[in-house]
Structure formats: structure tokens, C-alpha cells
């Protein structure tokens, strides 16, 4: 089994940790090919160049964002199976061997690791364990052990190139573009090969560590709030491609169980778990105004190719 990692970068704002990301995986213990896509930033593509003539480096010639990033490099890749790992994040040594190994199993179609964060400062009461899906990190509420899961998370993760692309790779309308919190595209995509096929299997890994910066911006209660309302437009948006029932299953159960849970037990904590109780109410509050917005809204694009705009929340930005 022959692996590709693929890293996607849009910004020189996250050089620093780019260079990271990118040594982290030269120190892997399982072998592989590295793969870098500039994402529509012809500064950043030359300066890789340069930086790693060991790396594969193309630039995005598809649509803007995240999702045609991937499908870049993953039309490029020689591997059979491709890794993903965050611009702003890196990896421990044995990541990506975690990750390979339940790839033995035929089965098994994609593969999902955890991600922790490093906070820009002291770990903020606004996101909470149960709100760390936020900021794009491993939460409360997730297997503690491998297990099989509906969808793997986008900063840690592995799928099998050849059902990946038979699917058409990840869908660019409902990929972050830049800085914009809308998403998805994972879910999707795991989705959409289990509708595939039934007998495939998706798993989440735990022991695959990656370790994920978290800006300052996104440790206060408004991007939190902004990040859930656009967490309802993406899933409104997968709902009308996959369905209902699969799109929105688990999260039911994640509002029944992790929330509600964790607002009881925020509760008898003192102001810091008062805060975090507020944040996790007003998170599900956002997230299903989200859902309803996106339902009756389709999104639209902007800003050039492959821009996409979520419908407004001014509330969010003040």
C-alpha cells in the first residue's frame, strides 16, 4: 500500500506553521509522498518551490477553496491512499502509521484521527470539550477507542484514493473557501461512499495525533457562534445531496447526549463552566437557525471562481 499526504495552504499569514505541518511529516514513521497545494496564492506557490524540493507543490487550478485543493492534489496523488493534514497543524511521528494500519482491512474506505489544540493562550471558557469541533479539534462526546464512525474530520484523515475519486473527490460547494467557516465536505463525502456501498467502513483512530493551532480570533464567543450558524447552512446544503437522515443523524444524538449532558455539568462548575454551559446553549441555538436559514437559502458565490458566501449573520460580527 502506497500512501500520499496532501497538505492545502491559501495564506502566507500560517507560513510558520506550514513549515511545521511540512516537518512534521518528514519525521513519519510510514512512507509516503508529500503533496502541497497553493491555494490560488502565486506568492505562496513560488516560495514552497524553493522551501521543499523534496515536496510535490502545485497550485489549485480548479475552483477556489478547500475542496478544490484536495481534488488537485488528489487527481495527482500516486498513492492508494491519501492523507490530509492541516496547514496550521502538525502531526506526531506515528500519525500516519496509526492511520495506515486499518487499512489492511478491505473494508475500510476512510480513516479519521484526533486532533488537540494548541490555544493561543489559556484555554478559553467559550469553547468548552463538548464545543472543540469549533475549532476544528477533536471533542467530548468522540470514541475514546478506535471505532466505526459516520464521517472523519477534515484535519486529520485518510481515505482510499480510488472510491474517493469514483465519488468525484469533495464537493467544491460545500468546501471552506479562506477564512469563511462553512464546511462539510468530509461529512459528505463519507456519506456518499457508505451510500455507495453499505459494507464499507469508516473509522476513527484516536491514536492518529495531530496537534492544531488555534488563532485568536477563534477563542471568543462570536466566532463560535458565527462557526455553529455556519455549521447549519453546511449541513442544510449536504442535506439536499445526501439526505436528512443521514446528514443530520448523529448530530441528534450529539445535541441529546454530549450537550445536553455537558450544560448540566457546566452548571455546578462556577462562572467558567456558567460560561462554557452559555456557549454550548447558544451553539446549538445558532447551529439550528443555521440549518432552517440554509434550508430556505441556497448559497451563493462570490468574491470569484469558486467563492462561496453563506448567508449573513451580522449578529455574529459585532
Not at 492511520?99 to 489492511?104: K, N, Y
Request: glycine share 10%.
Amino acid at each position: 500500500m502506497t500512501i500520499s499526504v496532501i497538505v492545502c495552504a491559501y495564506t502566507m499569514d500560517r507560513w510558520d506553521q506550514l513549515e511545521l505541518a511540512i516537518g512534521s511529516l518528514e519525521r513519519q514513521d510510514a512512507p509516503h509522498e508529500v503533496i502541497l497545494v497553493s491555494d490560488h496564492n502565486d506568492e505562496l506557490y513560488t516560495r514552497a518551490v524553493d522551501r521543499w524540493p523534496g515536496v510535490r507543490v502545485l497550485a489549485n487550478d480548479g475552483p477556489r477553496g478547500l475542496s478544490g485543493a484536495r481534488n488537485r492534489a488528489l487527481r495527482e496523488a500516486s498513492g492508494d491512499v491519501v492523507a490530509f493534514l492541516d496547514d496550521d497543524a502538525w502531526a506526531d511521528a506515528s500519525w500516519l502509521a496509526h492511520l495506515a494500519r486499518p487499512f489492511e482491512d478491505p473494508r475500510v474506505v476512510a480513516v479519521g484521527g484526533s486532533a488537540t489544540p494548541i490555544w493561543p493562550g489559556a484555554e478559553p471558557a467559550v469553547v468548552p470539550p463538548e464545543l472543540r469541533w469549533v475549532v476544528g479539534c477533536t471533542y467530548r462526546g468522540q470514541p475514546t477507542v478506535r471505532s466505526e464512525v459516520r464521517n472523519v474530520m477534515g484535519c486529520s484523515m485518510a481515505f482510499r484514493r480510488a472510491p474517493l475519486l469514483a465519488i468525484g473527490g469533495f464537493n467544491p460547494d460545500t468546501g471552506r473557501i479562506g477564512a469563511l467557516p462553512v464546511g462539510c465536505e468530509e461529512t459528505e463525502a463519507c456519506i456518499r461512499l457508505r451510500q455507495a456501498d453499505a459494507g464499507r467502513v469508516i473509522l476513527f483512530e484516536p491514536a492518529a495525533v495531530v496537534h492544531h493551532h488555534v488563532s485568536a480570533d477563534r477563542v471568543r464567543l462570536r466566532y463560535v457562534l458565527r462557526r455553529s450558524w455556519c455549521e447549519g447552512i453546511s449541513k442544510a446544503a449536504i442535506s439536499r445531496t445526501v439526505g436528512a437522515k443521514d446528514s443530520l443523524g448523529v448530530e441528534t444524538d450529539y445535541v441529546r447526549s454530549t450537550i445536553a449532558r455537558g450544560i448540566l455539568t457546566s452548571l455546578g462548575r462556577g462562572p467558567r463552566g456558567w460560561a462554557g454551559a452559555a456557549a454550548m446553549g447558544l451553539s446549538v441555538t445558532m447551529a439550528g437557525a443555521g440549518l432552517i436559514r440554509g434550508s430556505l437559502t441556497r448559497p451563493t458565490r462570490t468574491a470569484g471562481p469558486g467563492a462561496v458566501s453563506a448567508p449573513a449573520f451580522t449578529g455574529a460580527d459585532a
